[in-house]
């Protein structure tokens, strides 16, 4: 079991602030914990003598528990946690509010509690939650009005409200649980505390969560990429919309805003996000109740064209497609059915089917090599009994060992059969989409399973020259830079054009003149951003035109801007992009998650196309690779129009090489390489701007 085991299973349960008093959170505690629970249950409470018949006792440290649940005012529950800790008690629960969630007097309060729980080396959940529940030895330490059904489902929710409804529906759609944890405000233990517990607990089939933030984004996703090698967990994660780069400076920053790291964290730690409750307990059910697929082929067996055409247009939508039967198997659906059925798949037992027909089409395509998983839709008929045919479902499933899911479509006439295939684990839906989709879950945890272990790719790289130019920036003061800062780049070993940064139109021919006909010439200033909007970038500059380029540049950014800190002009080598493709690339730091990657189509339509792709650095080779493969416009990489494929390893390994700068230099907040020139021969970095600490 994992190691928080002992918050799961104590002997002895002490409630301090028990209470006779109806309605209060104090006795509905020691109510729904002498329901069920095998071990003791000992109230606290100096006022009392007795409470729900049991003997009160005055303090914690005469209850001799080892778990504590607290139920007492704000104003006194640290001093309670702290008895809690000298008496010797690992395990407590804070259900107590008032704490960080009111701001000012509760948070100080909170930090407080925090400084007890780590002076005592407590396990402490909360404060402000509903409790925890561990249905093997019958604990529930919430006050909820009814506690959960057994199952191998574990969970966990940053809403105490959220929990106390799931607990009242899954009682009626026959959802067990293992453990269900309401977080409360996380002051000790957070989500990756009980990913990593019951990862290790053989009774825990599935993780579920709903989550509204995660403490640290990086812990999480260095251990739920360990667990869900072996479980898997699923989660809501609230807050989709969220506007957390509303300040973003860069490109980067506008694009990879709050949500986009943390699809990306949990994409990266192998954790499956559902948009919806239905969505979340669906997957959470087939992977509780059904083995993994060995091949994405599904066969789909109905006795109603219309549903297997929904079913059909389902496995289009995701990562399933439909198998393609051995000619064995169409001649035993050619013997078995008759004329105008369908034995190609999807198959259409037509509507007279009887079971022994439906039974026998599923027994074949079951029997299939391509056949990964099965979907059975039967729509009522007076020739099909329900009740059979559920289980007909679960002898042929349990024979053939193939993940299966039904869509018996139908009122009262399918309760039966609802029993029948709940117990053998077997969803049933209403909605024949539902029940593909469940399947495509299956078959994206057994991608997870399957993945190989990814370590950073690294390079040998200049720290010492990086550092200088992120010394200098600080010695002028700034925290924006510009194309002055691009020697950051060559010290990663990310190819950039040839090119000076000049203050005077006469250094500026003679840099034109080394690098050569023609060039290209950009203001250089950390208060401009957006260079091309003024008119800032001169392209194809012949040597002749250089000096007046020069100062039109300097006049054009002073009417723009007058305070403006002008460091001068760059001369840029012209870079051939006929063939190559504009790209950006990206960095921003997540609070949470720390540094971004991001990847997509770059210029000055870039936060238009809004086509990118998201990962945290740092990056493994097949990440970056991964990333120019996703996003829309790959198929420009590859070649289009008779064009040329662009190096896609040259584009990935630039990736690699920002995410190990910037996680080398944690100062460097947000940063855009646009455009990346991605060509047939490489990736060159033209322009680039950045944002450090101050």
């Not at 002076?119 to 529930?140: A, F, K, R």
């Not at 967990?233 to 506008?254: D, I, L």
């Not at 959470?284 to 247009?313: H, I, S």
């Not at 801007?561 to 997540?590: C, K, W, Y």
Request: proline share 5%.
């Amino acid at each position: 079991m994992g190691q928080l085991s002992s918050l799961f299973s104590p002997e002895r349960v002490a409630v301090i602030g028990a209470t006779e008093r109806s309605g209060s959170v104090g006795r509905a505690l020691v109510e729904n914990l002498l329901t069920d629970f095998g071990g003791e249950v000992v109230p606290v409470n100096p006022n009392y003598e007795t409470v729900c018949g049991l003997t009160c006792v005055d303090d914690v440290g005469e209850a001799d528990a080892d778990l504590a649940v607290v139920a007492v005012p704000a104003a006194a529950a640290v001093d309670v946690v702290r008895e809690a800790g000298e008496a010797g008690i690992d395990d407590v629960v804070v259900i107590t509010a008032g704490f960080g969630e009111t701001g000012g007097e509760g948070a100080d309060r909170e930090r407080d509690l925090e400084a007890v729980a780590e002076e005592y080396d407590l396990n402490l959940v909360g404060p402000n939650c509903l409790g925890i529940i561990s249905t093997p030895v019958g604990l529930n330490a919430t006050f909820a009005p009814r506690s959960a059904p057994p199952g191998s489902i574990s969970f966990l929710s940053q809403s105490g409200a959220f929990v106390t409804a799931v607990l009242d529906w899954a009682a009626d759609q026959g959802v067990g649980f293992k453990d269900v944890v309401s977080l409360g405000n996380k002051t000790v233990l957070d989500e990756t505390d009980f990913v990593d517990s019951w990862g290790d607990d053989e009774g825990t089939d599935v993780i579920v969560g709903y989550l509204e933030s995660i403490e640290d984004g990086r812990r999480f996703v260095e251990v739920a990429g360990e667990v869900t090698r072996e479980t898997p967990v699923v989660v809501v994660k609230a807050g989709r919309t969220e506007a957390g780069a509303q300040a973003a400076s860069s490109h980067t920053g506008a694009m990879a805003g709050r949500d986009r790291a943390y699809e990306a964290g949990l994409r990266q730690a192998g954790v499956i996000r559902a948009d919806t409750v239905q969505e979340l307990f669906d997957a959470a059910r087939v992977l509780a109740g059904q083995p993994l697929p060995e091949t994405n082929g599904v066969a789909v067996v109905t006795n109603a064209g219309g549903p297997g055409v929904m079913a059909t247009d389902a496995v289009g939508d995701g990562p399933l497609s439909l198998a393609d039967f051995g000619s064995d198997t169409v001649d035993r659906l050619r013997e078995r059915l008759p004329d105008g059925a369908n034995v190609y798949n999807p198959v259409d037992v037509i509507g007279d089917a009887d079971n022994e027909r439906l039974r026998a089409a599923v027994d074949a395509v079951l029997a299939d090599d391509a056949v990964g998983s099965a979907v059975v839709i039967a729509a009522p008929t007076a020739t099909i009994d329900f009740g059979r045919l559920a289980a007909d479902v679960v002898d042929l499933q349990t024979e053939h060992g193939l993940p299966v899911t039904t869509c018996l479509m139908g009122g009262e006439r399918t309760r039966e059969a609802d029993d029948t295939l709940d117990e053998a684990g077997i969803p049933n839906y209403f909605d024949p989409a539902r029940a593909v989709d469940s399947l495509g879950t299956l078959e994206r945890y057994r991608a997870i399973r399957e993945r190989e272990r990814r370590e950073p790719t690294t390079y040998d790289v200049d720290r010492e020259a990086a550092q200088a130019v992120l010394d200098r920036a600080r010695e002028r003061g700034t925290t924006r830079l510009g194309v002055e800062a691009m020697p950051l780049l060559t010290a990663y070993g990310i190819p950039t054009p040839a090119g000076e940064v000049v203050d005077s139109p006469v250094d500026a021919l003679e840099a034109a003149e080394e690098i050569g006909d023609p060039v290209v010439m950009k203001i250089v200033s950390p208060d401009i951003l957006h260079k091309s909007d003024i008119g800032g970038v001169k392209v194809g500059v012949e040597h002749a035109d250089v000096y007046d380029a020069f100062e039109d540049l300097i006049a054009r950014a002073r009417n723009y801007q007058p305070d403006a800190t002008i460091l001068g002009v760059q001369v840029q080598e012209m870079v051939e992009t006929e063939s190559g493709v504009e790209a950006i690339a990206g960095t921003n730091r997540d609070p949470q998650f720390g540094p971004l990657v991001l990847f997509g189509l770059g210029g000055i339509f870039v936060e238009v196309m809004e086509d990118t792709a998201v990962r945290i650095a740092p990056l493994a080779a097949a990440d970056a690779r991964e990333m120019t493969e996703e996003i829309r416009a790959a198929p420009l990489l590859s070649g289009a129009r008779g064009r040329d494929a662009v190096d896609r390893e040259a584009v990935a390994e630039t990736l690699c090489r920002l995410a190990q700068l910037v996680t080398d230099f944690p100062e460097i907040l947000e940063l855009d390489v646009n455009p990346l020139v991605a060509r047939p021969d490489g990736a060159v970095a033209v322009d680039l701007r950045l944002t450090i600490e101050p």
